[in-house]
Antibody, heavy 121, light 110 residues
Framework: QVQLQESGPGLVKPSQTLSLTCTVS??????????WSWIRQHPGKGLEWIGY???????LYNPSLGSRATISIDTSRNQFSLKLSSLTAADTAVYFC?????????????WGQGTLVTVSS | QSALTQPASVSGSPGQSITISCTGT?????????VSWYQQHPAKAPKLIIY???NRPSGVSDRFSGSKSGNTASLTISGLQAEDEAHYYC??????????FGGGTQLTVL
């Protein structure tokens, strides 16, 4: 059974950079067919796709975030990470990591439990 | 990219059927069969219930079904049960390879 677990700070100051890590267990992150993704949910709101990293380190991001988001992969640790720069209060959200599956037409079949990140001074 | 359009809320009585719509454009929902649906209970992670418009992952009840016509996808839940009360989100692959979600629909079981 694949499991994903987010980790990182719960409180970050405005203008700083958020760093989150997702640890994957029960399966290797170093295989094709899966898109290791970050998704966020603002308080009381809907889901917003941030971007993904593929096992070969290829990435794709939501255009609405401009160049603020960077997703990387560490296959030796079976982890992938998100960095989000120039934070504002609007970045306060629950951040989920998830696995997008090619054979499910890119649907997200496994999710982490989510981690709340608050941007405040 | 703008979020896909879903009704804010729907409701139904136990045993009834409800349908939630998800409207996009020819650049997302209308472009491919790559529409998925998620169920989210309060303070929980979303759970995949439909992929590729009308396919259910193993373990998901056959009371959940999906369809698509043009730029609009739909999720139908039949034989409503109290445990179905949750938020439901649609998602689509886009023509620029990104992913996009709907704004979500709160289902209330009366």
């Amino acid at each position: 059974q694949v499991q994903l677990q987010e980790s990182g700070p719960g409180l970050v100051k405005p203008s700083q950079t958020l760093s989150l890590t997702c640890t994957v267990s029960g399966g290797s992150i170093n295989s094709g067919g899966y898109y290791w993704s970050w998704i966020r949910q603002h308080p009381g709101k809907g889901l917003e796709w941030i971007g993904y990293v593929y096992y070969n380190a290829n990435t794709l991001y939501n255009p609405s975030l401009g160049s603020r988001a960077t997703i990387s992969i560490d296959t030796s640790r079976n982890q992938f990470s998100l960095k989000l720069s120039s934070l504002t209060a609007a970045d306060t959200a629950v951040y989920f990591c998830a696995r997008g599956r090619y054979t499910y037409s890119y649907a997200f079949d496994y999710w982490g439990q989510g981690t709340l990140v608050t941007v405040s001074s | 990219q703008s979020a896909l359009t879903q009704p804010a809320s729907v409701s139904g009585s136990p045993g009834q059927s409800i349908t939630i719509s998800c409207t996009g454009t020819s650049s997302d929902v209308g472009a491919y069969k790559y529409v998925s649906w998620y169920q989210q209970h309060p303070a929980k992670a979303p759970k995949l219930i439909i992929y590729e418009v009308n396919n259910r992952p193993s373990g998901v009840s056959d009371r959940f079904s999906g369809s698509k016509s043009g730029n609009t996808a739909s999720l139908t839940i039949s034989g409503l049960q109290a445990e179905d009360e949750a938020h439901y989100y649609c998602s689509s692959y886009t023509t620029i390879n990104t992913r996009i979600f709907g704004g979500g629909t709160q289902l209330t079981v009366l």
